[in-house]
């Protein structure tokens, strides 16, 4: 059992180490917290962000993390068996970073934000390489796949787009995935003004 406790504020995100062994949480508290799995123990806590972190990812090799949030920067730490520090960090967007991740081969860092949005970077340098621009809505998620070809941005919208994340263009028009304005998005609006 995790004492998420430690947190002072809202937990926005979470990560697994890739073997897994460890957990990363990211806080409104504007710091990460490292946890043992096993134990559910926190071994160290992050905490250079002057404001609310949205998103967490691990490196692949596990012993990077990057995080990110509404202070428009991505944060990137050496991480160690009992600590981590600071490795850099860059104002990266020009609105609240609402998404982040690491592609799987560890080269690139991709961020969606709330200025509407889809940044790649290096991942050793968080120099720019490319970005997708005019989304439709908020990118509020994004995932990658396994052997990363493609892009995955799911929209506050309730739309859903794949791109190839070599060339950055779309391979599949928006989706709507869950319709903002039919009877199921009635019923929670609905559900909510009863609450």
Sequence with gaps: LFNLQEHIDAVFAVAFSPDGKRLATASQDRTVKIWDVATGKRLYTLGDATDGLTSVA?????DQIAAAGYDKTIYIWQLGKEDGHLRQSLIADEDSILSLLWS???KTIITASSDGSIRFRD???LDPLSVIDHQSDWVETLGISPDG?????GRYNGTLSLYNAATYKETRGQLVVFDTHGPAAENETKRAAIE
Aim: no cysteine.
């Design 58 to 62: 691990y490196s692949p090799s596990g």
């Design 104 to 106: 799987p081969d560890g």
């Design 123 to 125: 991942a050793a340098t």
């Design 149 to 153: 070809t493609s892009l995955a941005a």
